[in-house]
């Protein structure tokens, strides 16, 4: 799925659907929706008065061949109170979007990010929303969702001199939520799918496809580390086990700068007594 940054104003966008969301108070139909509403000849207004549109949290109002604009459908996303919204509601709501128009075949789509808000960590909380959302669970299903992808889609609503300053902000979001879509893919591996000796593999071609430095540890080296826990856990298995070391360097160390080690422990197979654990150890 392809996401960029949009300056063009939201009434020239031809797309399958535009997105916009509005947040629930005795007036939805402010700032940038108001404008909408205006290029729509009151349209808005009119759902909202109704009482079919009220910003309550990711509350969904789609509407087909709006008059006004070229996007083919707009959807009105609910993003709940305003003075409790923030980033992680954006996220959230940019997610929900994605799904909704997912599973009615949306090929691609634009969101329009709202007033004052056509920002780097807008943008970076629209990308991380949309693509974790896109994230599918079918692997090895025999019938998976064939034709329901999004393509492309457009963050909207920046001015030209706003896009450029974004792009760091969209750049850090696809690198955060495509980690946690890797992440959640080696989660969901069974077990005869993702032995230690495989898991490390994937681990050194994420690395170095990300420029850090590994070293993988098989059984022998472990042994001569004299890594006895983690030896007589592998034991419960045929499986041997693995010690992933990631080492990021910065650019511009300083010689006396600490050195911070994280930690962690992937369980590839868990009998609930005797789970084979794999200490993996990241430096900085």
């Not at 996220?91 to 075949?105: D, E, M, P, W």
């Not at 050195?259 to 430096?283: C, E, H, M, N, R």
């Amino acid at each position: 799925m392809q996401i960029t940054l949009e300056s063009k104003p939201f009434a020239q966008l031809e797309t399958d659907a535009l997105v916009t969301y509005i947040f629930e108070e005795s007036d939805p139909i402010q700032g940038r929706v108001s404008e909408i509403d205006a290029v729509t000849g009151g349209l808005l207004k009119k759902i909202a008065s109704s009482g079919e549109s009220t910003g309550k949290t990711l509350e969904f109002t789609l509407i087909h061949a709006p008059v006004g604009l070229k996007a083919a459908r707009l959807l009105l996303v609910g993003a709940g109170k305003r003075a409790q919204f923030n980033g992680a509601t954006l996220r959230k709501v940019a997610g929900a979007a994605l799904r909704y128009l997912k599973s009615r075949s949306i090929k691609n789509c634009a969101f329009l990010v709202r007033e004052d808000a056509a920002n780097a960590d807008t943008a970076q909380a629209v990308a991380e929303g949309f693509i974790t959302a896109n994230f599918e669970t079918d692997k090895y299903k025999t019938e998976k969702k064939n034709g329901k992808e999004i393509d492309a889609v457009r963050i909207a609503g920046f001015s030209d001199s706003e896009k450029s300053a974004a792009e760091k902000g969209l750049a850090a979001g696809k690198v955060i939520a495509e980690s946690q879509n890797f992440a959640r893919d080696l989660v969901n591996e069974p077990s005869n799918k993702l032995t230690p000796k495989i898991l490390a593999e994937r681990a050194e071609a994420m690395a170095k496809e990300a420029g850090l430095a590994v070293e993988i540890l098989d059984e022998k080296k472990i042994a001569d580390l004299k890594m006895g826990a983690i030896l007589s856990v592998s034991q419960g298995s045929v499986e041997p086990p693995r010690v992933i070391v990631v080492t990021y360097t910065p650019a511009h160390a300083k010689p006396a700068a600490p050195v911070i080690g994280l930690v962690g422990k992937a369980v590839t197979f868990d009998t609930g007594a005797s789970p084979l654990s794999l200490p993996t150890a990241w430096k900085k």
